[in-house]
């Protein structure tokens, strides 16, 4: 272990919570010899989550995000934070600057744009400065869709263009998530314009694209997808995958000073009914949230909201163990034998690749984040210096996806060809 000598290696903050505990199991069963405790505001309910999943001696240290002296002291004494308190944008910040201001590693579950990016252009710098790695998005959002960009292209001597396609699969007794990860998309639909303005300010901190090669890659609200196995439609994903990946590219891109992959991200519907449902679902709550009233009464009521499909209790263990996930990758681009030729080209190679899983909120989640920690502790210094990262820039060269493997989740090459005449 890269260990910095603090008395814990690792931290799990807002470990009471849905996700938390699920952390907290995971650090337990699957983390042997490092030290750890669990933290939060209360010492009560994070020991009543402890007992809830079987746990027994494990240190507690208590501390809150209102409080900047607590956060310092608990920060400081970790090599490595797991930030599992959402939502970000309203708790995220006092964690990462007292472990930028600590000297602490970070990696949390974050899954809004907003807060991520925001986390990137305050904290950067000071990061760098530090030698810290502060590691957004270390969740089901995004490292399907991050590392699994990563892992398609390492089968192309350049990849053009990439689309994913999330599928979920779940028993009999439906898909569940709990009301805190609804609250946070319900949160990140309202700052559409706060993003807009981050975005500007980062515009003139970040490298400046290289351009793409070949016609732009349209990505569409909804339409049926042929390629995948049972057909039928599929929408554009409305979570983080998009921008952490494009964010992800842009970086790699400056680095190796080839152009950017492009990229698009859909989840599959299936029949058009599930699609006019969505529909229906996703424009009846973005209308109420436009008012104060009635973005509080989708707050505070989401099973009402989503037909049952978010709640405060949260999916039952008998979902989560009927439920799993995979995304499928389409890509194309230039093979190892022509893109040495230079990348002007015509794409010659198409590859299908899939990354898979168990239940992705709080099964899958629990294992990304934990395999995150565990490699800012283990390899930090293979991750170079310091700075705000997606988990692919951040864990490029370490055993990261190894751990990931080890763990039951799948990276699988499905099929190589030439694209279509």
Not at 33 to 53: C, F, L, N, P, Q
Not at 152 to 176: D, I, M, N, P, V
Not at 202 to 211: G, S, T, V, Y
């Amino acid at each position: 272990l890269e260990s910095m000598g603090r008395e814990y290696g690792v931290i799990v903050f807002g470990a009471s919570g849905f996700t938390g505990k699920r952390v907290m199991v995971e650090m337990a069963a699957h983390a042997p010899g490092v030290k750890w405790a669990a933290a939060g505001r209360s010492a009560d309910r994070i020991k009543s989550a402890m007992t809830t999943v079987g746990l027994l001696d494990v240190d507690v240290v208590v501390a809150d995000c209102a409080d900047e002296s607590a956060m310092n002291d608990m920060c400081a004494r970790a090599d490595v934070v797991i930030n599992c308190t959402g939502p970000f944008r309203f708790y995220g910040e006092a964690v990462v600057k007292a472990c930028v201001n600590t000297g602490t590693h970070y990696v949390d579950i974050t899954g809004e744009p907003e807060f991520m990016e925001k986390m990137e252009n305050l904290y950067d710098e000071p990061a760098k400065e530090k030698r810290v790695h502060i590691v957004n998005c270390c969740g089901f959002d995004s490292v399907p869709a991050d590392e699994g960009m990563l892992f398609t292209q390492e089968q192309f001597g350049y990849c053009a263009r990439a689309e994913s396609f999330l599928a979920l699969h779940s028993g009999g007794k439906g898909f569940a998530g709990h009301s805190t990860t609804f609250e946070c998309v319900v949160h990140g639909v309202g700052a559409a314009k706060e993003l807009k303005k981050i975005r500007a300010e980062l515009a003139e901190k970040r490298p400046k694209p290289i351009p793409f090669i070949g016609p732009k890659l349209k990505v569409q609200d909804l339409y049926t997808e042929p390629r995948l196995k049972d057909g039928g439609y599929v929408a554009k994903f409305p979570g983080a995958d998009a921008s952490v990946v494009r964010r992800s590219e842009l970086y790699r891109s400056a680095a190796t000073g080839k152009p950017q992959s492009q990229y698009g991200a859909y989840m599959v519907i299936g029949s058009l009914w599930n699609a006019i449902r969505l529909g229906f679902h996703q424009k009846t709550i973005e209308t109420a949230i436009s008012f104060d009233f009635g973005k509080k009464h989708v707050l505070g009521n989401p099973g009402f909201w989503t037909a049952g499909a978010f709640s405060h209790e949260g999916p039952t263990e008998e979902q989560m163990a009927a439920t799993s996930f995979d995304m499928t990758f389409y890509a194309s681009g230039l093979s190892e034998g022509a893109a040495a030729g230079g990348l002007e080209g015509k794409p010659d190679k198409t590859v299908v690749t899939r990354v898979s899983g168990p239940e992705p909120g709080y099964v899958a989640t629990p294992i990304f984040v934990v395999a995150a920690a565990l490699t800012c502790l283990e390899e930090s210094k293979k991750m170079g210096p310091g700075g705000v990262f997606t988990p692919s820039l951040a864990f490029k060269g370490t055993q990261y996806r190894q751990k990931l493997i080890k763990r039951g989740i799948k990276f699988e090459v499905l099929e190589e060809g030439k694209p279509a005449e």
